[in-house]
């Protein structure tokens, strides 16, 4: 820096501040070169076009006043160091402006040209020290996160080794074992699973902090997902003796997220519970809605274990965080699975958090945004300033061949989606999002602006299209019906929000319906039963394309 | 009805030899490969009715293997199971797209692993009966 010109960019809007600074540069020992200008605009483009080794800046310029004025510089340029130029006036925000990265700041009219070079050859070395830790650190940070995602990885292939032939003995394939023989192999298969779960937690986890976990949200029952989740849970609740149930509201509307993901975080949640909770105790796993918050929907799981205390509170969602009395005896993970937890909700647009007493048991509540179905519907079903006469709901659905999914089954159905809304008018008909897991059968739906009439030229559309896809015809048969939503004329007071919603209610009493094989603990359950009556009758187009593998 | 023909590509020996004994048990035959450029030649000479083929392998991985296999018409039919130590994040979907049946990572339940292999058989046997 000694033999090279400092450049500097003078942002300064006072003629005679500006000129006594020059000739303070200029008197200095070291070659510096100049630029000047005196509003914040000119000094960003200036610091675009030919960025300087330092920006000398005061503070209240014509277009910007105060903190502003270099936070817009530091937000444009964070690498170019900065030096405040401050008033006798300001030099309590020019301190403020040091805590938040500026580099230095002199007090203009005491400026010596000694001082002023000395600050500036500082302001860059110190720049620079912190711009080489940013990237060592940022390299240490992927170099980490490579070495654990390799490392799980080859972890995982001698495992598999002891998997497989601990398996072959206990399956009698190298010969009969004596039931002592058999506990044995049945201890070292749980310490193989565990160890197998550890390895999965520590890929997550370094996944989650590197911002490379996916999420693929859809509109799904949460209801489906608790129901998934305790059966798989219910065998480990079983062998500790705890008890575990299930609350869900009468009506939780669908929420907008991805199913394996939130199947993930309830399984973590349920499984610390379960292991937090002495045998008698009890587990509860609910969703629920909350007068307070109508945008989302509450999901929890309570257990009576020994609780958590206040400390433990604070840090518990921290990565490797594990509770300091439980390390000795109870040690099973690695302390990852409540920051998944976290993670995988935040990545939702969601919030977890914990309330417990010590010695009260836990509860653990994450909430997941609602899928507003009206309004996606709004553009669609109203026209001008009133919902349409007419609205149809049709429904499609694509159902595997075989048990075995099709290997391509995931992109047959997306395709199939895409020539749905190919099939549509945009703006009358809406194709609703997928419902649903993605595993095995398919529903989709289509929100139609026409009489029931009508929309048999829709499905007649519909059909014809899909039933060009040949690999689809080879491997799903396709059922399409369609129901009519009725409604009663409102009352003339109400809104059209309103309207709207009692559409997007209709429509996903249908959809919920279809969805869940027993509707029965639902409060309007006769309304659905008629509406599955409903679409039974209307099946007129209902037929199959039937296997032709060419 | 005569044995189906399973062809055990990895190239971990300990490995093969697990899943050797496992399929035999479940009155399957099966050849083996340890390589990706082998995994071709045996498959082209054996004629296996299934192929269970890991991802990493020397000599061409697992994804070259599929894509050779799709090219030539006699294996193209053949249904392959990929069981891999391999993340499925980054390439369940990838070997789907190449034309995998299903997607294991190890280590894998064995049951599931034979369910699969017993329906992809089962689904690939009328295809497998017309002439080529």
Redesign the interface.
């Known amino acids: 820096m000694s033999d090279q010109a400092t450049r500097v960019l003078l942002i300064e809007d006072n003629p005679g501040d500006a000129d006594l600074v020059r000739l303070r540069l200029v008197e200095g020992k070291s070659l510096v070169e100049v630029t000047c200008v005196d509003r914040l605009a000119d000094g960003i483009a200036s610091l675009g076009l030919h960025p300087p080794s330092l920006v000398l800046l005061d503070l209240n310029l014509p277009d910007s006043h105060g903190a502003e004025t270099f936070r817009t510089v530091m937000a444009h340029s964070p690498d170019v160091p900065v030096v405040i130029l401050s008033g006798q006036d300001d030099e309590a925000l020019a301190l403020k402006a040091v805590h938040q990265g500026v580099q230095d700041y002199l007090v203009k009219g005491d400026i010596t040209s000694k001082q002023l070079e000395r600050a500036m050859r500082y302001a860059v070395e110190r720049q620079a020290l912190l711009r080489s830790l940013e990237i060592t650190r940022k390299q240490q940070l992927e170099f980490k996160n490579q070495f654990l995602s390799h490392v799980s990885h080859e972890l995982r292939t001698p495992l598999t080794c002891i998997h497989q032939y601990v398996t072959i003995l206990l399956d009698g394939l190298a010969g009969a074992m004596a039931p002592e023989q058999t506990d044995h192999l049945k201890t070292i298969l749980k310490s193989v699973n565990q160890l197998h779960a550890m390895i999965r937690d520590l890929l997550e986890a370094t996944r989650a902090e590197s911002g490379k976990i996916r999420v693929e949200p859809r509109c799904i029952s949460i209801g489906e997902l608790v129901h998934q989740a305790v059966t798989m849970m219910r065998p480990i609740a079983g062998e500790r003796q705890v008890g575990i149930e299930i609350g869900l509201d009468n009506r939780i509307p669908l929420v907008h997220a991805d199913p394996d993901r939130i199947l993930e975080v309830l399984i973590n949640l349920t499984d610390n519970a379960i292991k937090f909770t002495s045998p008698e105790g009890a587990v509860m796993v609910k969703a629920c809605m909350v007068a307070a918050d109508e945008d989302a929907v509450y999901v929890s799981v309570t257990d009576t274990g020994r609780g958590i205390s206040p400390d433990a509170k604070a840090l518990i969602f921290e990565r490797l965080y594990q509770d300091p009395e439980l390390i000795d005896n109870n040690r099973t993970g690695l302390g990852l699975g409540l920051f998944i937890c976290r993670e995988l909700v935040k990545l939702h647009g969601g919030k977890i958090w914990v309330a417990s007493e010590p010695g009260q048991g836990s509860t653990f509540t994450f909430t997941l945004p609602l899928y507003s179905l009206a309004k996606l519907l709004a553009p669609v079903i109203v026209h001008e300033g009133q919902i349409r006469d007419h609205i149809v709901l049709v429904k499609v659905e694509l159902a595997p061949l075989s048990k075995t999914l099709h290997g391509n089954w995931r992109e047959v159905w997306q395709q199939a989606i895409e020539t749905l809304r190919r099939c549509v008018y945009l703006d009358k008909d809406l194709v609703l999002p997928p419902m649903g897991g993605s595993a095995a059968a398919q529903t989709f739906f289509v929100v139609a602006s026409t009489d029931l009439e009508h929309s048999g030229i829709m499905m007649a559309r519909i059909r014809g299209q899909l039933e060009r896809n040949e690999e689809l015809k080879a491997c799903a048969t396709l059922v399409i019906s369609a129901v009519p939503l009725a409604f009663a004329t409102p009352p003339a007071e109400t809104s059209l929000d309103k309207q709207v919603q009692a559409v997007a209610n209709r429509v996903t009493e249908i959809i919920m319906a279809g969805m869940e094989a027993a509707p029965a603990s639902r409060a309007n359950d006769h309304a659905i039963s008629n509406s599955i009556r409903q679409v039974q009758s209307i099946q007129k187009e209902s037929s199959k394309c039937q296997n032709q593998k060419s | 009805m005569p044995k189906s023909k399973i062809l055990i590509v990895d190239d971990?020996p300990?490995?093969r030899r697990?899943?050797r004994?496992?399929l035999r048990?479940n009155n399957y035959d099966t050849v083996h490969a340890q390589d990706g450029y082998s995994a071709i030649s045996v498959a082209q000479k054996e004629h296996p009715d299934l192929i269970v083929l890991d991802l990493g392998l020397p000599a061409g991985d697992g994804f070259v293997v599929l894509e050779r296999l799709q090219r030539l018409d006699a294996l193209a039919g053949v249904p392959v199971v990929v069981l891999t130590?391999?993340?499925p994040?980054n390439n369940e979907?990838r070997a789907?797209?190449g034309?995998?049946?299903?997607f294991f990572?190890?280590?894998?339940d064995?049951a599931e692993l034979l369910d699969?292999i017993r329906?992809?058989l089962?689904?690939s046997r009328?295809?497998a009966a017309l002439p080529s």
């Open positions: 971990d300990d490995l697990a899943l004994l496992r048990a130590a391999r993340d994040q979907e789907l797209k034309g995998a049946a299903a990572q190890k280590p894998v064995n699969v329906a992809s089962a689904d009328p295809a």
